[in-house]
């Protein structure tokens, strides 16, 4: 019950950040940087609790290498998701309730091939500073993890929207900016470059 | 005396970059960027000495998750206040004279409901990377911090001026950035985004 | 097998953020930030197995300091420049194909000592803070050498296109942004200041 | 000699990144970003051998704190002025020679107020977390130093050319931005702010 709390919470102020911020506009150029800096502030304040998944793609490769028990993996996807839908309420009716959001529509090629890698990649960072014998104990876990959404939406965001979370997927259609008939190019996407991350990871970190 | 000293200092620092930065205009689009990495500083600086709150939502928030003294807060809140005070005057007066503060309005439900929740993002950063027994000895507390108020601020800084501090909302009426008469939004709103965030910690964490 | 794995997924997004963020200018005025942050994460993910050069210069510096077999330097460059093919492919194919990349010309001198000094700059923190007994078990070496390439690419970019990194040329030349004949200027710049860095760095730090 | 060795490296690339990023405006608007990531880079890179100071405000602070002896501060000194000096050549003559350097005139007291204030700031940072006991160990100190001078170039830039270092001073003179009669603004401000940040660290860290 902790755990899922703290994956709401954490999947709430990252989709949070992203409605108001850059699907309302109001981070301007910099919504990239404040998104994954969200995502840093939530991991390196819940990890100790939960992991600091905030997002399925995530759960689904810790579960595939072993640091989350396949029993939790459903109420940590359900915290996340609804962590995400109420975060787009919050952000679309009662912070930025005077913008008209925008439907966006992304080209399905470069769209599914930039979240497939960038979620790939992700989750290969997540795996590999914060599960990964070699890196125990370290301090810089959350600041990689962070960052790599700092990369991925200021070099792809305008491409796929820079979901890389099937979570901020669901967000994104809450709030308007993804259309729902899309919404299978971040979902599909985001799992499978998960899951390729962890099959990667164990291969690359042996036995560990 | 030395912990007054030091929430002085770091409060004054923060509140001084805020007034040039951000309410006399040096810093431009990079304000919340500035803002935010003077925490971060400032805490790292100071945290081995006073904890590094530099806030009274943060020092109320501590106090209710037992990491400050009851005893202890009415200094800190002085000392923060104090520092705020003489950083708002010497940013506009020596600094940056010449520049005329506009006073802006903000929007009561959309600024309350923002300083509400972005406090309540910084106090449960702040206890879980500075106080919690499951991240003891980190180096990244003042990163995770910091980055707290860059996130807030790019985000909603626009919405409510992102104060996230009742010392900062002194600081923006005595510069002029803020109306007396529209200072019950932060002071409230953060006060309350604090105790929640120490709830929520406590909960969160059990006994640790 | 699992090094060169490594090497091959940090220099790809490396050099995938470089065509898609800078060549094609997706990531905007950000794009030394992306970089520059894509170098810090893949060296926290890669580094406990691979060492996290991801260049070519880095390998040199690394071998003539003790850090890396010399029997290993011509598959890890192998790998690097595999990654570095791959993502201009990726980049310019797949997820931008709709931007015309223009060859830019840059001028010998200062491209020249551009690209050896801060390729210095790159090996000599990358020695110092991943290799030295003085700065052992630290947190920062991702931050500090990722932001190296931040540092680099913002001052210089414009002036040699801010390679840096033999591989990342190379990658340049096959996404059509720097002409095949200039090509020498960052591969003799860089490979020279890695060496430089190397000798520096065994005469500042004696025997550790 | 190792430790004027890295003394001279690190100002030289703090003071590179200025003539080259800011003096002649290639780094544009993330000039202040990139100048205080060099610092971060340089500290981290070069502390365990030197302390990493590159500024003579911060050895004459650490001379005060009794961190740096006596009898090595003047070769400190000449180091980062003769690093300081060559940079600005080589940036001017080498890297970006076509540029015309503007001289800029600053005001009396709001820019000695900045450097006073903000070179304080740094070295009261330095100490804190490089020297004391108190965060013995940590791996943040070149963030919190970087970052300081990322928040000041950002905040008073504008208004006082932000060196927070008589050595970059001296550059700024060398490479034309700053006239030869308003030096003394800075080297006075800063020597004063270096003091004064000394003092106060002792009194705040007791005998640590």
């Known amino acids: 019950m902790k755990k899922l709390l703290v994956e709401f919470i954490g999947t709430f102020f990252l989709v949070l950040t ?3 911020g850059a699907v309302c506009g109001k981070a301007g150029d910099f919504a990239p940087l404040a998104i994954g800096a969200t995502l840093m502030i939530m991991v390196f304040a819940g990890g100790h609790i939960s992991g600091g998944h905030f997002n399925p793609a995530v759960s689904l490769g810790a ?4 640091a989350l028990p396949s029993k939790d993996i459903v109420g940590y996807i359900i915290a996340q998701i609804l962590g995400a839908v109420v975060a787009s309420i919050v952000g679309t009716k009662l912070i930025a309730p005077e913008v008209a959001v ?15 890698l960038y979620t790939f ?3 290969y960072v997540v795996l590999n500073t914060a ?19 700092v990369v991925g939406a200021f070099t792809v965001g305008s491409i796929s929207l820079g979901a890389f979370n099937p979570a901020v997927a669901v ?11 899309q919404i299978w190019i971040p979902l599909v996407a985001c799992f499978l470059g998960g899951a390729l991350a962890a099959f990667t990871f164990n291969f690359a970190n042996g036995k560990d």
């Open 18 to 20: 992203i409605t108001v």
């Open 63 to 66: 579960m595939l290498r072993g």
């Open 102 to 116: 925008e439907t966006a529509t992304i080209s399905t090629v470069p769209a599914f091939v930039a979240e497939l």
């Open 121 to 123: 990649a992700l989750v």
């Open 131 to 149: 599960t990964a014998k070699g890196t125990d104990g370290n301090s810089f876990y959350g600041l990689a993890i962070g960052f790599t959404v």
């Open 171 to 181: 967000g994104l259609v809450v709030s308007g900016k993804l259309a729902a008939a």
